[in-house]
């Protein structure tokens, strides 16, 4: 469980830039026990985790890959799978992230709405994805 959290903080304070840093410290205490709650699939080699994806039913809570191994398809990898388990899948992704919002459009997710995540006070899109469309 360390390695994930340690690539869930880590892959937060990258990507969310514009998220106060203490906000995703704060909340480590609670990912670790919703984490503990949730399915989680992890990409690993001989050595360590590399990455994983978190998800609570069909609510894809987030997928982190280690910053020495991104863009190596590891992230892809573990969305085809996703998609091969589940038939539809769901996510919230920050306006403010670009690259994770393009991810998603790549693995045919559809944004379906707009709202403001009112705990880091962020505009987000929630999207979709289900097989066959």
């Not at 909340?27 to 949730?38: D, F, K, S």
Request: aromatic content about 10%; overall charge negative.
């Amino acid at each position: 469980m360390n390695q994930i959290m340690a690539i869930w903080l880590d892959g937060n304070l990258s990507a969310h830039h514009f998220v106060d840093p203490q906000y995703w410290k704060q909340n480590q205490g609670a990912v670790e026990a919703a984490m503990r709650q949730a399915t989680v699939y992890v990409a690993e080699d001989e050595r360590c985790i590399r990455g994983f994806a978190g998800l609570q039913e069909n609510y894809l809570a987030g997928i982190f890959v280690s910053a020495d191994v991104q863009g190596q398809g590891i992230g892809g990898r573990l969305v085809t799978q996703l998609q091969h388990d589940y038939s539809e899948l769901s996510l919230a992704v920050y306006d403010q992230n670009p690259a994770a919002i393009r991810f998603y459009l790549s693995h045919n997710f559809q944004t379906i709405k707009r709202q403001i995540d009112e705990a880091a006070q962020q505009p987000e899109l929630i999207m979709q994805w289900r097989q066959g469309l």
